[in-house]
């Protein structure tokens, strides 16, 4: 039954949509429909993959609708192809005959085909069979060519081992011929050393040969180690190998000894052949390096030192160094000729350091202690200097690298222990500074005993302690920065042991064992010894002392110099900025000492109350001792002699401005008392009088007592101007003078501050 009955093919349908523009049959992101067409597709798996993120009944409606989309899709096609579909059964005639028909050649095809893939795969099987075989025997055949090449080579290298021992070593011993024997014997000098100098010129060049024959044989060895043949040759390998190492060491110490060029470059190949070079650095070492070194260190190999006393090493060294020049340059020189091969040899590091460590440690071991930090740093730079002196042999930049990385330079560098060196400095530093700032008083020193200008022991120890960092025999520039740090901590030490003196002698912190007794106990013209110290001091340490650390880091980039000029720049600034610290101290026990006299003047009030005294005519006696702590300190011979004239101003507008304010504080208490006891003495007279019925008219002409004591105070007041003026002060800028002027002067000079 048709579903619809249209032949014609049903136009398009535009999707349909629902109220917010989506496709109807839409379905969310989870719902991966091309799941369903995957052949390995199972509900189970993907109920249970989505089981856990989707519902149950979310998932069985999306089912439904999908279901439903294709039930609906499924309708659609048919009806747009419902007339081939209904006209597919007429079209169809005969369909069994054609098959039938069809059949027959398709099988034949089928037939030959298989006989001619069965003929192929047995071709194709002979011809893997064929190559295996062929494989094998080609292995087999290299197995058995590279047996045969062993067996050549370990036979002529036998052969050549043969040759070699019938060569004399050298002219005068050997199997040499009996007319050979007979002409030495005649004295002909000249001919014996040309004998000798040919025959181990051949030694050497036929050693050379079975040096690379024997590199031959050692390949072969390496490839076929594990055939029963090469097991069998291989005593007759090892018996050739130790021959070889035998003459080649015979003829290698010959030509040394003889400073043969030729020998010595033909052996040096044939060790580098065998790659043997740590035979050929061990025999320089002990047949050249080792005599000349015992010479100078003489040590022996138990360890007990049999040479001279004492572990000094520059001496030492300067004797190695010319020995080297003298007797090693030859084999030096030849090592590291242009492209010979000979890089592999590695004499400066492990035969001449090595020798030389080795002489060190058993000769002077005391050489690498650091216990004795100037001994220690001079045997260090002088062996800087050493190895400087090595590196000059070497041809190229890689070459001194090559040196440095060594195992024998390293070690060599480790001896040295500038850690535990480092340790023992700062500590004699630092300590020998900790020692001075730990007294109980400042110390000061005889003037001839300071050739810097300063004052006190505490300063100048500070000054010898920054300048022993950079001590030539102190510094290593290796460890420059750790040199630095300790400045700026000696600095930074100075600073705080003054800065909490000064702090403890403002709160008058101070105890039977107070570390700043000697800041409360000090009087201010010690005090002075400081402010001088501390001046002198920033000045040398932004000056002088900067500059001798610029010429010792010359060699370092600006940037890092800049770096350190800035950090004690700011140590010298540390010391500049606490004299005005000092100063504010010295201002404080002179105020404190004057304001003792200014307390005189409360005895104004006993003075005029209830007495008939009449109104002051001059000043009090006690204004002119007000002044007197500080003109004797400036007066002092300290005082003239190391305080500078700025520093001098400051003491004295400090000192004005604070026993001004003190004078004032008891003036006006003085006056505000006497107008209050004034009053009331008025109110109970007025009191009096009324109940006596007597008048209580009083002549304003009276002059009162408290009138008498501003009379007193306003004499005081204007003497005490006069002093400070002959101290360079001007009373009138003054704030507390003018409030002082304010409280005590009459009416009419209110107006102007005169005296």
Not at 39 to 60: H, K
Not at 438 to 449: A, E, H, M, T, Y
Request: charged content about 25%; some cysteine.
């Amino acid at each position: 039954m048709a579903i619809n009955h249209h032949h014609h093919q049903p136009p398009s349908q535009p999707p349909r949509t629902d109220l917010f523009g989506d496709p109807i049959d839409h379905h969310p992101s989870w719902f991966n429909q091309s799941a369903f067409l995957n052949p390995s597709f199972t509900s189970e798996s993907y109920i249970s993959d989505l089981r856990t993120f989707v519902p149950f009944e979310t998932l069985r409606s999306e089912l439904q609708s999908h279901l439903t989309s294709l039930k609906t899709e499924l309708v659609e096609l048919i009806n747009r192809d419902y007339a081939d579909f209904v006209n597919l059964s007429s079209k169809l005639v005969d369909v069994d005959g054609a098959v039938l028909r069809m059949r027959a050649p398709l099988v034949e095809i089928r037939e030959k085909v298989l006989g001619f893939r069965s003929d192929v795969e047995m071709s194709l099987s002979e011809l893997k069979c064929g190559l295996r075989e062929r494989n094998v025997a080609s292995e087999a055949r290299e197995v058995l060519e590279l047996l045969i090449d062993t067996s050549h080579v370990v036979s002529k290298v036998e052969k050549l081992i043969k040759e070699l021992h019938s060569v004399p070593v050298d002219g005068s011993n050997g199997d040499l011929h009996t007319a050979e024997k007979s002409h030495l014997s005649n004295g002909v000098s000249k001919q014996h050393s040309k004998n000798g100098t040919d025959l181990r010129e051949t030694q050497s060049m036929l050693l050379e040969r079975i040096a690379s024959e024997m590199n031959r044989l050692k390949f072969y060895f390496a490839h076929a180690k594990d055939l029963p043949f090469i097991e069998n040759m291989e005593k007759r390998i090892q018996n050739a190998s130790s021959l070889l190492d035998t003459s080649l060491g015979h003829c290698f110490v010959d030509g040394l000894t003889h400073k043969d060029e030729n020998a010595v470059y033909n052996c040096l190949r044939a060790y580098a052949a065998v790659d043997n070079t740590q035979n050929a650095e061990d025999i320089f070492r002990s047949t050249v390096v080792a005599p000349l070194v015992q010479k100078v260190i003489p040590y022996s190999s138990s360890g007990v030192v049999s040479g001279s006393a004492g572990d000094e090493l520059e001496e030492d060294y300067k004797q190695i160094k010319h020995l080297i020049a003298e007797d090693c340059t030859f084999l030096l020189q030849i090592s590291s000729t242009e492209n010979s091969g000979f890089h592999v040899f590695s004499f400066l590091a492990n035969s001449i350091l090595k020798e030389v460590l080795w002489a060190i440690q058993h000769g002077k071991p005391g050489a690498f202690s650091p216990g004795r930090p100037t001994e220690f740093l001079k045997n260090y730079k002088s062996s800087l200097g050493f190895l400087a002196d090595l590196e000059g042999y070497c041809p190229s930049r890689s070459a001194v690298a090559n040196f440095r990385a060594e195992a024998v330079y390293v070690d060599f560098m480790k001896q040295w222990n500038i850690g535990v060196y480092f340790s023992l400095r700062f500590q004699e530093i630092a300590g020998s500074l900790d020692s001075a700032l730990v007294g109980s008083r400042l110390n000061p020193i005889q003037k001839s005993d300071s050739e810097h200008g300063l004052t006190l022991k505490q300063s100048l120890t500070l000054l010898e302690c920054l300048k022993s960092c950079w001590r030539e025999d102190v510094l290593l520039i290796s460890i420059s920065d750790k040199f630095l740090r300790l400045t700026l901590q000696l600095l930074s030490r100075y600073v705080n042991w003054l800065s909490a003196g000064l702090s403890a002698r403002k709160n008058r912190n101070s105890g039977p064992n107070s570390p700043f007794e000697w800041a409360v106990s000090a009087a201010p013209d010690d005090l002075i010894y400081v402010i001088h110290d501390l001046d002198h001091l920033a000045a040398d340490v932004c000056g002088n002392f900067i500059g001798h650390v610029f010429e010792i880091l010359k060699s370092c980039s600006t940037e890092e110099v800049d770096l350190v000029k800035d950090s004690i720049l700011q140590g010298g600034k540390s010391l500049k900025d606490l004299v005005p610290s000092v100063i504010d101290s010295i201002i404080d026990t002179l105020a404190e000492k004057c304001s003792e006299e200014v307390q005189q003047l409360q005895g104004i009030v006993a003075a005029y109350r209830m007495t008939k005294k009449p109104p002051p005519v001059r000043h009090s006696h006690y204004v002119s001792g007000v002044l007197r702590p500080l003109k004797v300190f400036l007066d002092g011979e300290r005082a003239t002699t190391y305080l500078t004239e700025d520093t001098k101003g400051k003491l004295v507008q400090g000192a004005a401005f604070k026993i001004t304010g003190r004078y004032y504080e008891l003036a006006a208490d003085t006056v505000n008392t006497a107008r209050k006891t004034e009053t009331s003495l008025q109110r109970i007279r007025q009191g009096a009088r009324a109940r006596h019925g007597a008048s209580s008219d009083t002549s304003g002409h009276n002059v009162t007592e408290t009138d008498k004591i501003c009379m007193q105070l306003f004499l005081d007041i204007q003497e005490y101007g006069r002093n400070l003026a002959t101290l360079g002060v001007e009373a009138a800028n003054i704030p507390s003078y003018t409030s002082l002027w304010q409280l005590v002067a009459p009416q009419d000079r209110q107006a102007e501050i005169r005296f």
